[in-house]
């Protein structure tokens, strides 16, 4: 599934969302959105004085579809049940389906427009120090686009999505001990051994 625009490949900041009519908005919610050849994932933690139900992370592998439509196909999602290892399955025989899509439209190598059913979005780019690396293990995803990641781990009860730069840990979605924002990122060596680079990673293991 590895047809991403190497453009895209990176580490994004959604600036607004716009639904319908209504004005544009970030509503608190901080989105950091890491894209690799293959795998993403995308983590929103409300911020500030919270309202409650904006948090939301998924992550999986994407795909460039009908020359300008981009799909996301979850195997990770916050509050919802996912097969994975049957899901993976579907992604790497071309059997996968998603509602998850959305129009891209270029505004330069740094910024793009999302057009989806009822929203619009813009997102800008974060990292730009090139280089890319995503792994999968059991019940585990982990991308990096330097000096920004993302990891998530279903074992926990509920799935716990992290997201950070530099090597620690900046947003956090029910962390475990050790996972939370300000903490180190690391993992235990017996969970990384379980994990695969992808095949189209550029770097190794950022730390």
Excluded at 27 to 47: I, K, S
Aim: aromatic residues 12%.
């Amino acid at each position: 599934m590895s047809n991403i625009p190497k453009w895209l490949v990176g580490a994004w900041e959604r600036k607004y969302i716009q639904r319908g009519d209504h004005e544009k908005s970030e509503q608190n919610v901080v989105v950091r959105y890491l894209q690799c050849p293959e795998l993403f994932a995308d983590v929103r933690v409300e911020e500030g004085e919270r309202v409650g139900g904006r948090d939301m992370a998924f992550a999986g592998a994407a795909k460039w579809a009908d020359g300008d439509v981009l799909e996301w196909h979850a195997v990770f999602e916050d509050g919802e049940k996912i097969d994975e290892k049957q899901k993976w399955e579907a992604i790497r025989n071309g059997t996968s389906t998603t509602n998850d899509k959305g129009r891209i439209e270029k505004i330069n190598d740094d910024a793009w427009m999302e057009f989806g059913a009822g929203y619009t979005e813009e997102w800008h780019r974060l990292s730009t120090t090139g280089g890319h690396f995503a792994a999968v293990g059991p019940h585990t995803l982990f991308v990096s686009t330097p000096p920004f990641f993302s990891y998530v781990d279903s074992a926990t009860t509920p799935a716990t999505y992290v997201t950070g730069k530099d090597g620690h840990i900046t947003r956090a979605l029910h962390p475990v001990p050790g996972m939370e924002p300000g903490a180190k990122f690391t993992l235990p060596e017996e969970q990384k051994s379980d994990m695969v680079p992808c095949g189209t990673s550029t770097t190794g293991w950022p730390f």
